[in-house]
């Protein structure tokens, strides 16, 4: 009897030991990053898009209500990648060196990313999608921590071929593992091609006992705006209502579903808002199928990342896995048709015979219900949704206003994995890491604590400090905003509160001179 007494508590206390190694087992962590998508452009953050596969990730875990970009693709992949402002990481503006530090166009030497430092806990590594934080060697995402690469390096393309999308010498370059290839009009389509790639290389982990980080890094919804015909098709028709009218229903589903609060007003519509009803109904056709075809690339987004959830549950690497989602910056006002530099296709819309922007009237709906657009720093330039799922550690259905950026990326999966931020890496030390883990909100959605973050992308520039925000574009005077009340932006409080306007002013101008920011018009 004493015997099978002790056995009985060999096995209990051996399950405990089992169980406590599995509760210490590094969790996979899949990153997915979407394109110019506006702070609406999901079912859960008040879209009539079909994005179910998100939706379900959102009311399966948490939505972040107060998160931020760096308002650029470029400064936003070097903040995410590295958690230092861009500036630090040497990409204050795009890839291009203007001969400063702060603007070489590519990844800082004392810089280290995410894949870097995970792998050094034995992660195996996998970017799929956009790369763009640099076009030298040193900067490729081979050559900065992941193991399997397929990588857009630049800021566009088309979504069916390498032909270049400008007519300026600039060239859309595609890498797989660091070797330069080229995607034909056989090729499938651009979103696919991401999923895929991702799939295949989670495939090759089945029998791996290692964690994994996936960064999914979509190029929908920039434009050209591209996308099946099938797709388009399930959205054709459904924008004749016109960009006021879909603003406004936007706008009352994010208050029925909490991602803003019901006394914020909603901003002034881009300016021509207005003229809708003016146009011929052959006008209002063009612009719904405008509307439509960036619809349907997020819809086939979605779908994607459908996919993956599915390969994930398959490969029963589900339980342990941390999703995070969010977008690079608000969506564009680009006029391609206006641009010289910009190749003029002007085929069948939403083809490879066609390039095309879905304009500031489609873009102002995207950022409902905030203002301006991507290269702002107002919210609609800055504003990202953003979705954590992982039901070990988040409950489901919760929502939290605590203020957080990009940034926060790399502390919070480093927070999860246990790795320690070092002061040096590979010989080069390190510049000290700006972000601050977001395992605790993730842990207690309720509770918030006060941030300042700061914004600066070719002299448009912001402060936010606890509900206080100083904002102004190039060459025009402060703006301040109380965001507690106003984060539509729609009452400048500059002139009532000057004392508050010069504090946030001198610390915009002390981050400003720590991080190397320029005067925009000295360095273009």
């Known amino acids: 009897m004493r015997k099978a007494a002790f056995y009985a508590l060999f096995l209990f206390l051996l399950s405990g030991q089992i169980h406590a190694q599995s509760s210490d087992e590094s969790p996979n962590i899949i990153l997915i990053l979407a394109d110019d998508l506006g702070f609406s452009d999901l079912g859960c953050f008040g879209s009539e898009i079909s994005t179910p596969n998100l939706d379900r990730l959102a009311k399966e875990g948490l939505r972040l209500t107060s998160f931020y970009n760096s308002g650029r693709c470029c400064p936003s992949r070097a903040a995410l990648l590295t958690g230092l402002y861009p500036h630090q990481a040497g990409i204050g ?6 001969g400063l530090p702060a603007y070489q ?10 894949a870097q430092l995970l792998k050094t806990k034995g992660y195996r590594t996998i970017v799929s999608g956009k790369w763009h934080v ?81 960064y999914l890094a979509y190029t929908a919804p920039h434009w050209p705006i591209q996308a099946l015909p099938e797709d388009i098709a399930r959205y054709k028709g459904k924008y004749l209502k016109g960009w006021k009218e879909i603003r406004k229903q936007r706008f009352e589903k994010q208050k029925k579903l909490g991602v803003i609060r019901n006394d914020w007003k909603l901003s002034e ?19 719904d199928l405008r509307m439509a075809i960036y619809a349907a690339m997020i819809d086939r987004m979605d779908r994607g990342i459908g996919e993956v959830l599915a390969r994930l549950k398959a490969l029963k690497k589900d339980k342990n896995t941390l999703i995070l989602f969010v977008s690079d910056n608000g969506g564009s006002a680009d006029t391609v048709k206006d641009w010289d530099y910009v190749t ?12 095309d922007s879905y304009y500031p009237e489609w ?53 999860l994995a246990k790795v320690t931020y070092p002061l040096n890496f590979h010989g080069k030390t390190l510049i000290p890491n700006e972000g601050k883990s977001l395992l605790e909100t993730f842990r207690n959605p309720g509770q918030s604590a006060e941030r300042t973050l700061f914004w600066e992308h070719e002299g448009s520039r912001a402060v936010r400090k606890g509900k206080w925000k100083l904002v102004s574009e190039i060459h025009q005077p402060w703006e301040l905003y109380n965001l507690e009340t106003d984060r539509t932006e729609t009452q400048d409080l ?25 005067d925009w018009d000295s360095i273009k």
């Open 93 to 98: 503006d795009m890839v291009q060196d203007k």
């Open 363 to 415: 873009g102002n709906v995207s950022n409902t219900p905030f203002r301006l657009f991507k290269k702002n720093t107002h919210e609609g330039g800055i504003a990202s949704p953003f979705i954590a799922w992982f039901p070990k550690l988040i409950k489901g259905g919760t929502y939290s206003d605590q203020t957080s950026h990009l940034i926060d990326i790399l502390p919070t999966f480093l927070d």
């Open 134 to 214: 640099g076009l030298v060697p040193s900067a490729f995402a081979n050559n900065r921590g992941f193991d399997q690469s397929f990588t857009m390096q630049n800021n566009g393309s088309s979504y069916f071929n390498s032909e270049p999308i400008y007519n300026d010498g600039r060239k859309v370059t595609f890498m797989l593992n660091g070797t330069e290839i080229q995607r034909q009009d056989t090729s499938v389509y651009l979103t696919q091609a991401i999923t895929d790639f991702a799939i295949k290389s989670l495939d090759e982990l089945k029998t791996s006992s290692d964690p994994f980080f996936l």
């Open 269 to 287: 519509p881009y300016s021509p808002a207005d003229q809708w009803e003016s146009l011929s109904a052959a006008e209002k056709e063009s612009w």
């Open 494 to 518: 500059a002139k009532k509160h000057p004392e508050r306007v010069k504090e946030l002013e001198k610390e915009f101008l002390m981050w400003a001179q720590k991080v190397g920011v320029a």
């Open 105 to 114: 166009g590519f990844l800082s030497e004392n810089s280290v990313t995410i």
């Open 344 to 355: 003029q296709k002007n085929g069948t819309p939403g083809s490879v015979a066609s390039i």
